[in-house]
């Protein structure tokens, strides 16, 4: 009996996909997990609407990426169903390794990022389905000797990006995110085993490296998100602290508080990766509730501010913060919320975000002109793209008292 469905996705409409294994990994309750992993962190703090998972972003993705390979087929180039649905089932898995609040927890409550987390899911689901995912994990892992496949899921101009951005305007209501995503899938070419992009196609890639930038400093890395997830950060390592010796996480599922580090995660030791994929949103949503009413202060304080939404102010700057600005906070924080300096300090984050708009030195975007030459980007536009990293630093610190 066939498992192959409909979805109804509100950003691209009714998606179908044709390949029924599919379907088996959307089955399986490592893919079902995604549901409760959300795709922009605590970002729903200042755009209300962004409350969509990482279960919305993977099979968008993958509708992508099915239109990918139309588009290059009708363009003359071979891809057998083999290679099709197994560059889909890499796309469907790409995030499937991502923690509680994806991006805003990575590598807190497990020194791993995700990419190596989504090859460890991988691998098992692999080995429980006798190697069905064997070429898809080659493709990922860009060893598969048709490398353009990879590029499609992975580059600077891959089918993740393409839905993410598509999504995340979508949702947030940023409207200056919105891409001509189509445009763009109907632009690629493979000339000698590289995804290029047909020369008619320049405004819409400058449209989307723009989109790109505006997405990530208005929305990704908006000052009032970063406070939001620097909170929540801190709480966890201030439960990390804590452990064994705080009244209030003694209810908590022992899966939540072990430590577990990347090492750990083996086919041949299979616990390890099921006790994380226990773990989500509202596992994390669950200890602050549970700390509410903490007789530690600062767990409380966290909790109640996270809770209730009342965020810690944030400035931010170009150039790191001197030690002056800190220790002056600091002793205002001491007074203000009559705590010691140890306290204090738990209480004020600072930090640096950064962002690269555009990889000059890694897998260029690449421009096929009409009379075959292949340039580059940046040697085609006449954008001004900046290829250097931005750097925002940032210091958060309370500016409410719960009484």
């Not at 923690?99 to 791993?112: D, Q, R």
């Not at 577990?260 to 616990?271: A, C, G, V």
């Given at each position: 009996m066939t498992k192959r469905k409909i979805f109804n996705d509100p950003v691209y409409g009714f998606l179908y996909f044709?390949?029924?294994?599919?379907?088996?990994?959307?089955d399986h309750p490592y893919f079902q997990r995604l549901r409760r992993i959300s795709q922009l962190g605590l970002t729903q703090y200042v755009y209300p609407g962004a409350l969509h998972t990482r279960f919305h972003h993977a099979l968008g993705a993958v509708h992508l990426m099915l239109k990918s390979i139309d588009t290059l087929r009708i363009k003359g180039i071979e891809i057998s169903e083999e290679e099709a649905e197994a560059v889909c089932i890499a796309i469907l898995l790409h995030d499937i390794g991502h923690?509680?609040?994806?991006?805003?927890?990575?590598?807190?409550?497990?020194?791993?990022h995700h990419e190596d987390l989504s090859i460890h899911f991988m691998e098992a689901l692999n080995h429980e389905m006798d190697g069905k995912l064997s070429l898809g994990i080659e493709i990922f892992k860009d060893k598969y000797p048709r490398r353009f496949l990879h590029q499609l899921v992975s580059s600077q101009l891959d089918m993740d990006r393409l839905d993410y951005l598509t999504r995340d305007s979508f949702y947030t209501g940023v409207a200056e995110g919105v891409?001509?995503?189509?445009r763009i899938i109907k632009m690629l070419n493979v000339i000698n085993d590289q995804i290029v992009v047909e020369e008619k196609g320049i405004y819409s890639i400058e449209k989307f490296l723009m989109s790109r930038r505006i997405m990530y400093w208005q929305v990704y890395l908006h000052k009032t998100v970063i406070s939001a997830e620097q909170m929540l950060i801190r709480f966890i390592e201030q439960i990390k602290l804590r452990i064994g010796d705080e009244p209030c996480l003694k209810s908590i599922?022992?899966?939540?508080?072990?430590?577990?580090?990347?090492?750990?995660?083996?086919?041949?030791?299979?616990?390890?990766?099921?006790?994380?994929?226990?773990?989500?949103?509202?596992d994390i949503f669950f200890l602050l509730k549970s700390c509410v009413e903490s007789t530690d202060f600062v767990l409380q304080y966290l909790s109640k501010s996270l809770i209730n939404r009342k965020l810690f102010h944030i400035i931010t700057s170009t150039s790191p913060f001197n030690s002056d600005d800190v220790n002056s906070i600091r002793h205002k924080t001491e007074s203000l919320l009559n705590v010691d300096k140890l306290r204090a300090e738990a209480l004020i984050l600072d930090g640096s975000e950064s962002n690269l708009d555009y990889n000059s030195s890694h897998n260029e975007i690449k421009i096929l002109k009409k009379n075959g030459d292949i340039v580059s980007f940046l040697k085609y536009s006449d954008l001004k793209v900046n290829t250097d990293r931005d750097i925002l630093y940032y210091l958060c610190y309370p500016k409410y008292i719960f009484v």
């Open positions: 044709p390949y029924e294994i599919l379907y088996e990994l959307i923690g509680p609040f994806s991006h805003a927890l990575e590598h807190k409550l497990i020194n791993a891409i001509g995503y189509d599922p022992p899966y939540l508080l072990q430590i577990i580090d990347s090492e750990d995660f083996t086919i041949n030791n299979p616990e390890h990766l099921k006790r994380f994929s226990r773990i989500d949103d509202f």
